[in-house]
């Protein structure tokens, strides 16, 4: 079990916009403004798309936007394209041994 | 260019021992925090081990606390991850991750993966 919770899986149509929830803790994502989103397509590395809650690193799309409330971190891309389809990873530092936790991950289906 | 290349995975029998090399070009290494991420086959991402730019912070997620050693040669440039006692469940592509230099906890560059298979 992972510990932060994503759902499994979303879906839009293309131009709609979607939004991954991320779901931890007040030792780790309602602690810390250190949550990170990635991009995983199949069969390559992950992608950094947002740092530190809400920023985007340099050339990530500003369809990309992440925000946090208490201890839920949120992922939204607005304007859906095919190549969005991927799946979807948040992180975030933990005061726990641990220091780094992921979540489960959320498949993201581009209808 | 950030090129982080990591070798040395392979087959390995339950109980036995790895050791993974991850080559970083293009950036002053020993200036970086480094970490090794997993991933088991069809399942999510699992932060494995952070070690700090000098060595002298070194961090261990529980589930390999005790037989992995996490280690760096900041002359040639390279992260290591020494696995001892091996079990099926370690079986994984291994990542070496750098630090994005916002802060130590997002990762902006991964290598391609090398693939750890436990199994008799």
């Known amino acids: 079990q992972s510990a932060l919770t994503q759902p499994a899986s979303v879906s839009g149509s293309p131009g709609q916009s979607i939004t991954i929830s991320c779901t931890g803790t007040?030792?780790?994502?309602?602690?810390?403004?250190?949550v990170s989103w990635y991009q995983q397509h199949p069969g390559k590395a992950p992608k950094l798309m947002i740092y530190?809650?809400?920023n985007r690193p340099s050339g990530v799309p500003d369809r990309f936007s992440g925000s946090k409330s208490g201890n839920t971190a949120s992922l939204t891309i607005s304007g859906l394209q095919a190549e969005d389809e991927a799946d979807y990873y948040c992180?975030?530092?933990?005061?726990?041994?641990?220091?780094?936790?992921f979540g489960g991950g959320t498949k993201l289906t581009v209808l | 260019e950030v090129q982080l290349v990591e070798s040395g995975g392979g087959l390995v029998k339950p109980g036995g021992s790895l050791r993974l090399s991850c080559a970083a070009s293009?950036?002053?290494?020993?200036?970086?925090?480094m970490n090794w991420v997993r991933q088991a086959p069809g399942k999510g991402l699992e932060w494995v081990s952070s070690i700090s730019s000098s060595s002298s912070y070194i961090y261990y997620a529980d589930s390999v606390k005790g037989r992995f050693t996490i280690s760096r040669d900041n002359a040639k440039n390279s992260l290591y991850l020494q696995m001892n006692s091996l079990r099926a469940e370690d079986t994984a592509v291994y990542y070496c991750?750098?630090?994005?230099?916002?802060?130590?906890?997002?990762?902006?560059?991964w290598g391609q993966g090398t693939l750890v298979t436990v199994s008799s």
């Open positions: 007040s030792s780790d994502v309602g602690g810390y403004n250190y």
């Open positions: 991750a750098r630090p994005s230099g916002w802060n130590d906890w997002d990762f902006d560059y």
């Open positions: 293009g950036f002053t290494f020993s200036s970086y925090s």
């Open positions: 530190e809650v809400s």
């Open positions: 992180s975030s530092y933990t005061s726990s041994s641990t220091l780094v936790v």
